[in-house]
Structures are given as C-alpha cells and as structure tokens.
Nanobody, 125 residues
Framework: QVQLVESGGGLVQPGGSLKLSCAASGRSFSSSTRGWFRQTPGKEREFVSVWSGGREYYADSVKGRFTFSRDNAKNTWYLQMNSLTPEDTAVYYC????????????????????WGQGTQVTVSS
C-alpha cells in the first residue's frame, strides 16, 4: 500500500549535476528508512545513500558528491548528484522500509519493503 515514484533522471555530461526525487504515496510510517540504490545490466543492485535513524549514509563511491535530503511535509526525498562521472550511469531506485534498519542492514536491497520503478541516469559526453 506504499507507492514510490522516482523522477529527475536524464542525460548529463561528465561533471554535471542532477537531482532525483522520490515521491511516496499511500500508507506511510512515522519512522522509516529511506534510501537510494542503483543498478546496471548484469550487476546487483548497489547501495548509494540512505537516511536511517536520523542520520545520512553514503557509499564510498559517492561521498562528497551526492547529498540526501528530505521534505517531510511532502513525503518526498531527494538525491542531489554533483560531479557526475560515466561510472554513475545506472537506473536509480528509491526504496523504503517500514521501520528503522540497523546499521548493518541499511545497504542490503533485500531489507527494503517498497521500491520505485526506477529512473535512468546517463552520464556521457
């Protein structure tokens, strides 16, 4: 009963920026884990960033370049992506779990209850 919809993907040149949005509707939880993952063909879904327990976490590959943010009034969360490289090309998914995940589980896609449909990000000149 939770629907997530990503938006904001597209084609950008190396060094450019994009801001992804994840809008949640339907049932929501007062406390939840909210994250971003990405996936390329033939690869497993990869952790990018997450908000959990009042803190932000980032994969090493995106630290210093990507920033997670939230708008609780709109039930929406965002991923600001700067200094993009071709290695960032992927389908990006937002995801949520109905409660706080312990730290050791926040990076595992199998631990999330709901997923968006994905939005394509392509970084190329």
């Amino acid at each position: 009963q939770v629907q997530l919809v990503e938006s904001g993907g597209g084609l950008v040149q190396p060094g450019g920026s994009l801001k992804l949005s994840c809008a949640a509707s339907g049932r929501s939880f007062s406390s939840s884990t909210r994250g971003w993952f990405r996936q390329t063909p033939g690869k497993e879904r990869e952790f990018v960033s997450v908000w959990s327990g009042g803190r932000e976490y980032y994969a090493d590959s995106v630290k210093g370049r990507f920033t997670f943010s939230r708008d609780n009034a709109k039930n929406t969360w965002y991923l600001q992506m700067n200094s993009l490289t071709p290695e960032d090309t992927a389908v990006y998914y937002c995801a949520t779990h109905s409660s706080r995940l312990i730290l050791s589980r926040i990076g595992g896609a199998e631990n999330y209850d709901y997923w968006g449909q994905g939005t394509q990000v392509t970084v190329s000149s």
